[in-house]
């Protein structure tokens, strides 16, 4: 995996500098990576050296003082060749203020017209903590879908940190003791949604 922590760390180190941001703020887009919608126009992206650590950069995603619920998206899209019949696991330390919508996301193929996504929120108003993301990436995959899609999404006002992003193989194991559940039955009346919350 020491292609991905080298290609992490350049990107990351990779910005373009600006004066947009305030004092701390080295802001631009990262090399690697691409980024889909208003960027610039309600959403600004940089480094912040405040929340970076010696070891790891910190990136920051926050939105201009505009009111807006459009989507801004980093993303890379990966290679699978070394991840099939294995799962794909990828964490990475975040935190967010005033984000209430923010996803980091991993997607692909699972089978033929199947979009597989699994994602994770970020807390808001916490502290630095780790997430994780993980799927497991099949081996009989026709060549045109043998790759993944890693995001990380803002769609609100606010802002969101990340750093310390980790990309690992890990070992697919079946379950030996499957859980049996009830064969699917046609037919049968059906009713609204009841009692969710346990309390009858």
């Not at 990828?90 to 984000?99: N, Q, R, T």
């Not at 808001?124 to 026709?142: A, M, T």
């Amino acid at each position: 995996m020491k292609h991905w922590k080298i290609l992490a760390a350049a990107s990351l180190i990779a910005f373009a500098m600006n004066t947009s941001f305030a004092d701390g703020i080295k802001s631009g887009a990262p090399g690697g990576w691409q980024v889909w919608g208003p960027l610039g126009d309600k959403y600004e992206m940089g480094i912040d050296t405040a929340e970076s650590t010696p070891e790891h950069l910190a990136l920051l995603i926050a939105s201009k003082d505009i009111a807006t619920n459009e989507t801004v998206t980093l993303m890379q899209q990966i290679d699978a060749k070394e991840y099939e019949g294995s799962i794909i696991e990828l964490s990475m330390m975040v935190k967010a203020a005033g984000a209430d919508k923010n996803r980091v996301w991993l997607r692909h193929m699972k089978a033929t017209n199947f979009n597989g996504i699994q994602a994770s929120s970020i807390p808001n108003g916490k502290d630095w903590e780790r997430i994780v993301v993980s799927s497991y990436f099949p081996k009989d995959l026709p060549a045109m879908y043998k790759h993944f899609d890693t995001g990380i999404s803002l769609a609100s006002k606010g802002k969101i940190w990340v750093r310390d992003i980790k990309l690992e193989r890990k070992p697919y194991v079946a379950m030996t003791n499957p859980v049996e559940l009830p064969s699917f039955r046609a037919g049968l009346p059906t009713y609204p949604a009841r009692n969710l919350n346990f309390t009858e």
